[in-house]
């Protein structure tokens, strides 16, 4: 991790603080917007930011929109007509899809990355879409629980950098051509004291650094470790690490999913939680809504926001950003609004009841989490 000093953190949870913050940040534009996403919907919160987006395009901003070929599959052609109307540029990564996936058809573009004009710049795992699912359970009263950071000061231009190298790298992919994006804008003032930097998770040189700094801050975590995550599944590295902390009297408390949004990695991820428990690790089941979160706090003085969740295809596939701040008033920041979730709306999952669940969910359990670890040594994941 390269700590870049000198920025103003902002931290946004969910859509409600997310686009009122980067819809303002788009229409301030005067050089240039990226904007990537893995999701795209066509819904209001769509509807806006394509809006945003053709807005500034026609006002001369040069607009680049990455979006992924799978998640953002249905990406209507009426945002298409405005975007190319206006005279913004719309690429999609990897948009074909197979039938029967293999590994390298797997890889997926999940980042969530704004960069505008490189003074500003947004990094985390909120999609565009509405907070609230189409067609959402009844029960549910609140919206997705996610976050991301603003960025003012040098890391954005980091962020900047970062974004038009991918944008490149997809355009060379599509035209088989190098095709250069205009130069950088000057580089942003200082905004404020906090140190943060930028860990990206890509095909080359940087295939395992949000993995490796996850391992690093576990190891050297001494009080506690909070952990926010939408979709856990970690390898034999990041257990060992967990558990490992749990050892040294670290107190280590991860936020999961508790509403079944995919039944098969709901069920297969609950195959680690006897280990868990047994070590002496705090598991908490989020209830409320979908938790869509990947975040992190170590001692409160570390702080992670960005896209990557703990399990292999965000790990070792996809692309991926994460920012890491070391700064203690965003650590606490964080670390606050993090136990307020889980007090409003998580289950603590407790050991003795745990062991006291009705065989058929351990069949469940059992089956799952023993096919899930065949198809992960199936896809070439046999170290993981």
Known sequence: MQFVGG???????????????????????????????????????????TDALARAAARGVRVHLLIDGFG??????????????AGATLLVFRPRLAFIPRRNRMRRMHR??????????????????????????PRLHAPRYDYAVRIEGPLAHVVRASAARLW?????????????????????PLAGGQRAALVIRDGFRHRRDIERAYLALLEQSRVEVLIACAYFFPGRAFRRALLA???????????LQGKIEYPFLHYASRGLYQTLLDAGIEIYDYQVAILHAKVAVFDRRIASVGSS?????????????????????????????????????AEQVRR??????????????????ALARFLISFYGFERY
Request: aromatic content about 8%; hydrophobic content about 45%.
């Open 352 to 369: 003795i009841h745990w062991k006291r669940r009705p065989w058929l969910t351990r069949a469940r359990i059992a089956v799952t989490y």
């Open 72 to 85: 953002a599959r249905d990406f209507p052609e009426r945002f298409r007509a405005v975007l190319a109307q």
């Open 245 to 255: 902390a749990a050892a040294r009297g670290v107190r280590v408390r991860l936020v």
């Open 168 to 188: 490149r790298r997809v355009l060379w992919a599509r035209r088989r051509r190098r095709t250069e994006v205009e130069p950088p804008p000057a580089r942003p």
């Open 7 to 49: 920025n103003r953190l902002t931290l946004l949870r969910n859509g409600e603080a997310y686009f009122p913050s980067l819809l303002a940040a788009i229409d301030a534009a005067t050089a240039e917007v990226f904007l990537e996403t893995y999701i795209f919907h066509d819904d209001d919160t769509g509807s806006r930011v």
């Open 112 to 137: 969530k990355v704004a960069a505008i004009d490189g003074q500003i710049a947004f990094v985390g795992g909120i999609n565009v879409t509405d907070d609230y699912e189409e067609g959402e359970d």
């Open 309 to 345: 969740n703990i399990d292999p295809l965000s790990l070792l596939l996809a692309q991926e950003a994460n920012v890491f701040a070391e700064d203690q008033e965003f650590a606490v920041e964080l670390h606050r609004s993090i136990e307020e979730a889980i007090r409003r709306g």
